[in-house]
């Protein structure tokens, strides 16, 4: 799912705001998600997961093309750990399955 088609399904379910408040709101979401992993801050939202960011040192690092050794700089990325709800809520499909299909032969 892309951006406007998160949008396009918010202003669908709330037909009482429009399609430009609902962009500004998730717009001003996302930002103070990313402004918070900025300053370091760990970013919960309950029932969705957790966003993080995570490390990686400095280091030296080998060019493939010219086989030169060269250092490579500590790094910053984002990390996005599920909640144990949406680990359930993805897997809840796949286990009613499961218990509705014929059993193996033992």
């Known amino acids: 799912m892309i951006r406007s088609t998160l949008v396009q399904r918010i202003a669908d379910s709330c037909p009482h705001l429009y399609q430009s408040v609902v962009n500004n709101i998730v717009s001003a979401i996302l ?46 990325f984002p990390v996005f750990k599920a909640s144990r709800a949406m680990h359930e809520r993805l897997n809840r499909d796949e286990n009613s399955e499961s218990t509705n299909s014929p059993s193996e032969v033992v």
Do not use: W, Y
């Open 31 to 76: 930002d103070e998600i990313v402004e918070g992993l900025a300053r370091g801050d760990r970013v919960e939202l309950r029932g969705f997961g957790v966003f993080s960011v995570s490390h990686r040192r400095a280091r030296i690092g080998r060019n493939p093309k010219t086989g030169e050794c060269m250092q490579i700089e500590q790094k910053r």
